[in-house]
């Protein structure tokens, strides 16, 4: 796709009134092709080649690349843990006081497995010309969490605040790199994962997120480069009103919440997405059971020109294609009664 129309793009997925889905698919690609989670992440011909057998598999109104929450801390010197079958995750923390934020090192783009992605994303952009390719980021909240443990970043924003604010100021740092740098490499965007600033107060998220969000959507989002603001917390009926305020061009809410209690204070001009249970409905609900709760959700929000259908977050690998598929049987079916 020309990434010089993505904004455009936005406005004409507003403007069409049968929306293709969009939901966070990616990683039960690798059941498409005989592989385990942990050689989808290591290589970057093998991201593309999923993406792509994704794409001409589903109707999706875009590409969307791994939610894989784990590589930018491992870039900054976290150990993940790595199994066949599930999403990565950090262990531990690499910040525990004032003097190690201090000292904490702002990796460079390519540090750990973030050249393999970013080079994922060229690949499977030149593979992928129907539609937009968004790769995906972790939100700089969500990030110093993994840094400084995710229980204790909560406690922190009380106790060590001036310590929380220093990490925070080097992880947007690198987040403004990494997004440029898929910019560089040819994506329409990035899907911004900022689901630790949902188990914040309203309050607290907009003093230790919402800035900082707003720094890097300002950075680098334009008429060619998109991003899209998740957050997965209860809490979003809450700050609302902030979220809607931090100019990203669309947003995607988890399935903790009712979609239909936010998007009445959603702007007009930006896609609002959700939310079907990816894991207990997607993953382990049965076809008939996807189909219906991804029928209601459309009942419910579809009467909102700027909603588009979509996961509450990323599906899990091992999701039965057989789920996938009803969901999208299940939005193809609902245009059809119209």
Wanted: aromatic fraction near 8%; hydrophobic fraction near 45%.
């Amino acid at each position: 796709m020309d990434n010089k129309n993505i904004r455009q793009w936005v406005a004409d997925t507003i403007a069409a009134p049968k929306k293709a889905a969009l939901p966070v698919l990616s990683f039960p690609c690798v059941q498409l092709m005989g592989l385990t989670v942990k050689e989808l992440i290591s290589a970057a011909d093998v991201q593309a080649k999923g993406l792509k057998l994704v794409a001409d598999r589903t109707p999706m109104a875009a590409s969307v690349s791994l939610m894989d929450l784990s590589v930018e801390a491992e870039a900054f010197g976290s150990t993940i843990r790595v199994s066949d079958g599930e999403v990565p995750t950090v262990i531990g923390a690499i910040v525990s006081d004032e003097d190690e934020a201090d000292a904490l090192r702002v990796p460079k783009v390519g540090d750990g497995r973030t050249g393999i992605n970013v080079d994922g994303i060229r690949k499977a952009a030149e593979l992928i010309q129907d539609r937009p390719v968004f790769a995906g980021v972790i939100g700089p909240f969500s990030l110093a969490g993994r840094l400084m443990d995710v229980s204790e970043a909560l406690v922190y924003c009380y106790d060590e605040p001036d310590m929380v604010h220093t990490v925070m100021k080097k992880a947007t740092a690198f987040l403004i790199d990494y997004c440029n740098a898929y910019k560089a490499a040819g994506a329409n965007g990035v899907l911004l994962a900022e689901p630790l600033t949902g188990l914040l107060s309203p309050a607290l998220a907009r003093e230790f997120s919402h800035p900082y969000v707003k720094e890097l959507i300002d950075a680098v989002q334009d008429d060619s480069f998109a991003l899209f603001y998740h957050n997965c917390g209860n809490t979003v009926p809450q700050m609302a009103q902030d979220v809607y305020q931090l100019g990203a061009m669309g947003y995607h809410f988890g399935n903790c919440i009712n979609m239909a209690d936010i998007m009445d204070a959603a702007p007009a001009n930006v896609l609002v997405m959700g939310n079907v249970d990816p894991a207990g409905e997607l993953r382990n609900g049965t076809p008939d059971s996807v189909r219906a709760a991804t029928r209601q959700m459309m009942e419910q929000c579809c009467r909102y020109p700027n909603f588009v259908i979509s996961s509450g977050c990323d599906i899990p690998p091992l999701t039965p294609w057989e789920n996938i598929d009803a969901f999208f049987g299940a939005v193809e079916d609902y245009y059809a009664s119209l």
